[in-house]
């Protein structure tokens, strides 16, 4: 029975951040009393190994539905190959003013201004060492709103350094739509001038605590010539893996849409040809020296199929599984599995 798809109407009468709220509530209760298992469909194992992580299958969580990691263990539930908690960053902070969460239900979208609100690192920490999950762990990490990008280096180690021992992997967000300047840092000597103290940190916190791969997320709105600087850029600085890719500022495939002229980053099925774009140029630059993790606008089995197809590793999902729930994720393995 796809229960979500009878409960989704009560949860869209809700503002979308209520609902937000609401669903991870429950998802952590549901887990709490031991009932989850017995409400989403079986995932069955695919492994891949990328990075030299062996993933359990190729379809995980993006990051900023669980930004805290409160509920990574009613998540883990669910089927997903590897769980993406955060953004986070050095200190807690609001985010933006509500509302700042807006569906477009007629185009499976959303648009979000959220501004990486969250409770801080040191609680994310807290939260991961109090989880019993044992799988597959990202943790996404940013500067604060309020640090001027020239410093923003500074609170990435800071919390490359804090979150290293307790991640499978650490994602670096220079391309979130939200924070002011954030986007300059993917480009030219400042992406450089970030990735190489990251990477430099990386091997010292390698010895004591072994090596964990660092993953770059980077945004769709990008022309060919731009992607393959930025791919140049991954390579030489010694970055492990890229993630492609984060919301977009276009409103192609929304127009006229309530909420269209809403400030913020496009996700969602709009958003994926221009996603899967970015995708195969980027693969194409990389020839291989890097994986690619594929994110934006999977919908359906043969979306996450058109990922895999453009060059992607593996590939996660956040707005599909609000409008399509956990039975996306079983589909999505399935396809991808009887693709490969």
């Not at 492994?47 to 969580?61: D, R, S």
């Not at 201004?113 to 990202?138: P, S, T």
């Not at 030219?188 to 430099?200: I, S």
């Not at 010895?207 to 010539?225: L, R, W």
Request: aromatic fraction near 8%; charge should be negative; include cysteine.
């Amino acid at each position: 029975m796809d229960w979500y798809s009878t409960f989704r109407p009560l949860l869209f009468s809700l503002s979308a951040e209520t609902a937000h709220e609401l669903s991870l509530d429950l998802l952590g209760a549901a887990e709490r009393l031991r009932i989850l298992s017995w409400l989403v469909p079986e995932v069955k194992d695919e492994p891949v190994t990328v990075a030299g992580i062996e993933f359990p299958n190729p379809v995980g969580l993006a990051a900023g539905l669980d930004k805290n990691g409160d509920y990574i263990d009613a998540l883990a539930r669910l089927g997903f190959g590897f769980i993406e908690i955060g953004t986070t960053t050095p200190r807690s902070q609001p985010g933006n003013l509500q509302p700042r969460l807006f569906r477009i239900p007629e185009r499976q979208a959303i648009i979000n201004r959220m501004g990486f609100n969250n409770k801080g690192v040191d609680y994310l920490i807290e939260r991961v060492k109090a989880a019993r999950f044992r799988g597959i762990l990202g943790i996404n990490i940013g500067k604060n709103f309020d640090t001027p990008v020239e410093n923003a280096v500074d609170d990435y180690l800071i919390c490359l350094e804090k979150v290293y021992p307790y991640a499978s992997y650490i994602t670096v967000n220079i391309s979130s739509p939200n924070t002011p300047g954030l986007r300059t840092l993917q480009y030219g000597d400042a992406l450089k001038e970030l990735l190489q103290p990251l990477k430099v940190k990386q091997r010292a916190l390698a010895e004591s605590f072994g090596y964990k791969p660092i993953f770059v997320k980077i945004a769709p709105d990008m022309n060919t010539d731009e992607v393959a600087l930025v791919a140049n850029a991954l390579v030489d600085c010694g970055m492990d893996g890229v993630i492609a890719t984060n919301t977009t500022l276009d409103r192609t495939g929304v127009e006229g849409c309530r909420h269209s002229n809403e400030q913020g980053g496009l996700s969602g099925a709009p958003l994926e040809e221009k996603a899967t774009e970015v995708l195969e140029n980027l693969t194409k630059a990389l020839a291989g020296r890097i994986p690619v993790i594929g994110v934006g606008g999977i919908a359906d089995g043969a979306g996450a199929i058109d990922k895999i197809k453009a060059g992607a590793q593996l590939v996660q999902i956040y707005s599909g599984f609000i409008y399509r729930g956990p039975e996306l994720i079983r589909e999505a393995v399935e396809a991808v599995a009887n693709n490969r």
